[in-house]
């Protein structure tokens, strides 16, 4: 058996370096396990446009068709694409390969049992490990696989356009930036539907990355859309990660829109349509979320962060919609699924039925909450990541502190999350105050403390 290093096998996905950790001997395997773990007779696999995706994809193909399962090969498609297959089709799983955000050099694979519902570190993936590391997946059943093709674009786009009121539409003045990644495939069907002036940024789709990496949360790969933004006047900017299941947002001055308050913007268009229903967002959000939640009548319900995490709860509780501060948004009516599609036509259809430009709709939530972002610190080792949260839960006794994820701590005016990554030693900070000192303030104590 081909040497596996184990650290490919992540909290959410398969990812790593292409040759030297994501392979075609290392996909062939997963596509046996995969199989094996879901007992699966009929799956997707679907691709991005990295330039190791078709012989990683072929690889996984014919590990799962030795495995005994038949395969539909749907080409080159977004992740959530990926998921409507499933779905749609009413097969066993799907994967997606594809490293979303990461750098060119990185492949690996999303996967997915029926009804698109996730494989993680704690369910699936985890097992895959051990079946691959152990060399011990089953022997295939002697019946080899059948493979055939299949296409999900236009129903695709058929679905997204049904979450808003087409003719409701204003038309914006709107910058896309695809990152040469898999947005560039399908926004065009999408955005030729509607009557927004659109200019249209790194819509080629291209592995090779030859403007930016696909990866809208670092500034840099920003860079273009704002300075567009601002020279054409436009009333909004979105920008798509690599494999186009997460979308984010540049307001109409160029500054860049935080998760937490697209969360709640979205939480207000859901709930304008869908009086009474249940929101879900994560530990680390800004009080925002809850308090735009509790204005138009909804439940909100806080959760730890993670999408096998959100999906098990959005499931449990029938919430109609669920979202992350990194830009992951959950649709219960795309199978409880994220998608990086549907916010942007949402985030539209609001502006129109308010008249508003994004800047215009955000203005009353920035001139409420301050929030600090996410700030990352790395420490000495895995260990020292525990020591420092049971020091943050001593030291912040004297608020509401509780562990749902990580350390969070309420007090009146401010209050704070820090969590520790899944797969190395750093913890990440986000906090809010109730005035920008007050931020600030309580912002510089936290992070001196976390790093002494």
Same mark, same amino acid.
């Given at each position: 058996?081909?040497?596996?290093?184990?650290?490919?096998?992540?909290?959410?996905?398969?990812?790593?370096?292409?040759?030297?950790?994501?392979?075609?001997?290392?996909?062939?395997?997963?596509?046996?396990?995969?199989?094996?773990?879901?007992?699966?007779?009929?799956?997707?696999?679907?691709?991005?446009?990295?330039?190791?995706?078709?012989?990683?994809?072929?690889?996984?193909?014919?590990?799962?068709?030795?495995?005994?399962?038949?395969?539909?090969?749907?080409?080159?498609?977004?992740?959530?694409?990926?998921?409507?297959?499933?779905?749609?089709?009413?097969?066993?799983?799907?994967?997606?390969?594809?490293?979303?955000?990461?750098?060119?050099?990185?492949?690996?694979?999303?996967?997915?049992?029926?009804?698109?519902?996730?494989?993680?570190?704690?369910?699936?993936?985890?097992?895959?490990?051990?079946?691959?590391?152990?060399?011990?997946?089953?022997?295939?059943?002697?019946?080899?696989?059948?493979?055939?093709?299949?296409?999900?674009?236009?129903?695709?786009?058929?679905?997204?356009?049904?979450?808003?009121?087409?003719?409701?539409?204003?038309?914006?003045?709107?910058?896309?930036?695809?990152?040469?990644?898999?947005?560039?495939?399908?926004?065009?069907?999408?955005?030729?539907?509607?009557?927004?002036?659109?200019?249209?940024?790194?819509?080629?789709?291209?592995?090779?990355?030859?403007?930016?990496?696909?990866?809208?949360?670092?500034?840099?790969?920003?860079?273009?859309?704002?300075?567009?933004? =601002? @020279?054409?006047? /436009?009333?909004?900017?979105?920008?798509? *990660? %690599?494999? +186009?299941? #997460?979308?984010?947002?540049?307001?109409?001055?160029?500054?860049?829109?935080?998760?937490?308050?697209?969360?709640?913007?979205?939480?207000?268009?859901?709930?304008?349509?869908?009086?009474?229903?249940?929101?879900?967002?994560?530990?680390?959000?800004?009080?925002?979320?809850?308090?735009?939640?509790?204005?138009?009548?909804?439940?909100?319900?806080?959760?730890?962060?993670?999408?096998?995490?959100?999906?098990?709860?959005?499931?449990?509780?029938?919430?109609?919609?669920?979202?992350?501060?990194?830009?992951?948004?959950?649709?219960?009516?795309?199978?409880?699924?994220?998608?990086?599609?549907?916010?942007?036509?949402?985030?539209?259809?609001?502006?129109?039925?308010?008249?508003?430009?994004?800047?215009?709709?955000?203005?009353?939530?920035?001139?409420?909450?301050?929030?600090?972002?996410?700030?990352?610190?790395? =420490? @000495?080792?895995? /260990?020292?990541?525990?020591?420092?949260? *049971? %020091?943050? +839960?001593? #030291?912040?006794?004297?608020?509401?502190?509780?562990?749902?994820?990580?350390?969070?701590?309420?007090?009146?005016?401010?209050?704070?999350?820090?969590?520790?990554?899944?797969?190395?030693?750093?913890?990440?900070?986000?906090?809010?105050?109730?005035?920008?000192?007050?931020?600030?303030?309580?912002?510089?104590?936290?992070?001196?403390?976390?790093?002494?």
């Amino acid at each position: 058996m081909a040497s596996v290093n184990p650290g490919i096998f992540k909290a959410y996905d398969i990812r790593g370096i292409y040759p030297t950790e994501i392979n075609e001997d290392v996909a062939r395997l997963a596509g046996r396990a995969f199989v094996a773990y879901l007992g699966a007779r009929r799956i997707a696999v679907s691709r991005d446009m990295r330039l190791s995706s078709p012989s990683v994809a072929a690889a996984f193909i014919d590990g799962a068709r030795e495995q005994g399962a038949d395969v539909v090969d749907y080409g080159m498609l977004g992740t959530d694409m990926m998921y409507f297959a499933v779905c749609r089709d009413g097969l066993d799983g799907g994967a997606q390969i594809t490293a979303s955000h990461n750098p060119k050099e990185y492949n690996g694979m999303k996967l997915v049992r029926r009804e698109a519902f996730p494989l993680s570190g704690d369910a699936g993936i985890s097992d895959m490990r051990e079946m691959i590391l152990g060399d011990s997946i089953p022997a295939p059943s002697g019946r080899r696989g059948s493979l055939r093709q299949a296409d999900v674009t236009a129903d695709y786009v058929e679905r997204m356009l049904s979450f808003i009121d087409v003719s409701a539409i204003r038309p914006f003045r709107t910058v896309l930036d695809a990152g040469s990644g898999m947005a560039g495939a399908v926004a065009p069907a999408i955005f030729d539907r509607l009557p927004c002036q659109t200019t249209r940024l790194c819509f080629d789709v291209d592995g090779t990355f030859p403007n930016h990496e696909a990866n809208p949360l670092i500034e840099e790969n920003r860079r273009d859309i704002v300075e567009r933004v =601002v @020279a054409e006047r /436009a009333d909004i900017g979105i920008a798509w *990660d %690599g494999d +186009a299941d #997460r979308c984010f947002f540049i307001d109409g001055g160029g500054e860049f829109v935080a998760g937490d308050f697209v969360t709640a913007l979205l939480a207000e268009a859901f709930l304008i349509k869908t009086p009474g229903a249940k929101i879900v967002y994560d530990v680390r959000a800004s009080y925002a979320v809850k308090d735009t939640v509790a204005a138009y009548g909804g439940t909100a319900l806080m959760n730890r962060v993670g999408h096998a995490f959100f999906k098990k709860r959005m499931r449990e509780d029938d919430a109609v919609f669920g979202g992350e501060v990194t830009g992951h948004y959950y649709f219960r009516d795309f199978y409880f699924a994220d998608n990086g599609f549907i916010p942007a036509l949402l985030i539209l259809e609001l502006m129109s039925k308010k008249g508003q430009t994004l800047a215009e709709l955000l203005a009353p939530l920035r001139e409420r909450y301050f929030i600090s972002g996410e700030i990352n610190t790395k =420490v @000495a080792s895995m /260990a020292e990541v525990d020591r420092k949260l *049971d %020091g943050l +839960a001593r #030291r912040y006794a004297d608020g509401h502190v509780y562990r749902m994820d990580g350390v969070s701590v309420e007090y009146p005016d401010w209050h704070f999350n820090v969590r520790p990554s899944n797969t190395e030693p750093l913890l990440r900070l986000n906090l809010e105050g109730a005035t920008p000192d007050v931020m600030a303030a309580r912002r510089d104590d936290v992070v001196a403390f976390i790093r002494s």
